[in-house]
Nanobody, 118 residues
Framework: VQLQASGGGSVQAGDSLRLSCAAS?????MAWFRQVPGQDREFVDA????????YVPSPMKGRFSISGDYARNTIYLQMNGLEPEDTAVYYC???????????????WGQGTQVTVSS
């Protein structure tokens, strides 16, 4: 399955952004990760048709929320109260297992840049 992420941009601290990720086929588990140059990819949130709630890292908890439209094979990441520390490339991923580990996902989008200025 191919993934297309969109919705990134440059915003001010405190602003909101909504990222979208459209899949070319049926999806089961999808996730968002983010990466800062020189650092490991960081798990943000995930969801699956099977349900369940993954552990959301503290920096994002309460500010970011994932949602999905399985009929459209699309997931979203609503990001509120953005902080400069949220600046990163955000990637969506798809797989058969909902997980916080990037190695468990088999398909990846191209990434969308989010830049937050103070």
């Amino acid at each position: 399955v191919q993934l297309q992420a969109s919705g990134g941009g440059s915003v001010q601290a405190g602003d909101s952004l909504r990222l979208s990720c459209a899949a070319s086929g049926r999806i089961f588990a999808m996730a968002w990760f983010r990466q800062v140059p020189g650092q490991d990819r960081e798990f943000v949130d995930a969801m699956s048709r099977g349900g369940g709630t993954p552990y959301v890292p503290s920096p994002m908890k309460g500010r970011f929320s994932i949602s999905g439209d399985y009929a459209r094979n699309t997931i979203y990441l609503q990001m509120n109260g953005l902080e400069p520390e949220d600046t990163a490339v955000y990637y969506c991923a798809a797989g058969t297992l909902m997980s916080r580990r990037d190695s468990d996902y088999t398909s990846w989008g191209q990434g969308t840049q989010v830049t937050v200025s103070s």
